[in-house]
């Protein structure tokens, strides 16, 4: 997760770059462990989402100039936080699936649906 959430690009790199000579060696459970951790950030975002959403409807009716700057930022916010969101879950893709490739490739194990 920590690749996914570009917290760790030196991990990131060596899992794109491994050296020939390096085997990187993953139990099965800390996969599983990924995609729980994967799908519960997912709940607390839907949650997050639908609290911006509240927040928005609430600028969106009062007149004033500060809720127009403040309904202006909350949308930019829910802007950035879709992005981010869709970068953390396409680093998490990369990683898992450089991972199953690596696997398949150094254990003789290579399938032609890993691409």
């Known amino acids: 997760m920590s690749i996914a959430k570009g917290q760790d690009s030196q991990a990131q790199e060596l899992l794109q770059n491994t050296p020939s000579s390096l085997r ?6 800390c996969f599983v462990e990924s995609l729980t951790t994967l799908e519960q950030e997912e709940k607390y975002n839907l949650d997050f989402l639908r609290n911006l ?3 928005i409807n609430q600028a969106e009716r009062d007149n004033s100039d500060n809720a127009r700057l403040l ?18 879950k396409e680093r998490f893709d990369v990683a898992f699936n450089q991972q199953i490739r690596n696997d398949y490739i150094k254990y003789g194990y290579f399938s032609r649906n890993v691409k």
């Not at 990187?24 to 459970?29: D, G, L, N, R």
């Not at 309904?71 to 953390?88: C, K």
């Open 24 to 29: 990187i060696a993953v139990p099965s459970i």
């Open 53 to 55: 959403d509240i927040q």
């Open 71 to 88: 309904l202006f930022r909350l949308e930019q916010s829910r802007t950035s936080f879709f992005e981010r969101n869709n970068e953390v």
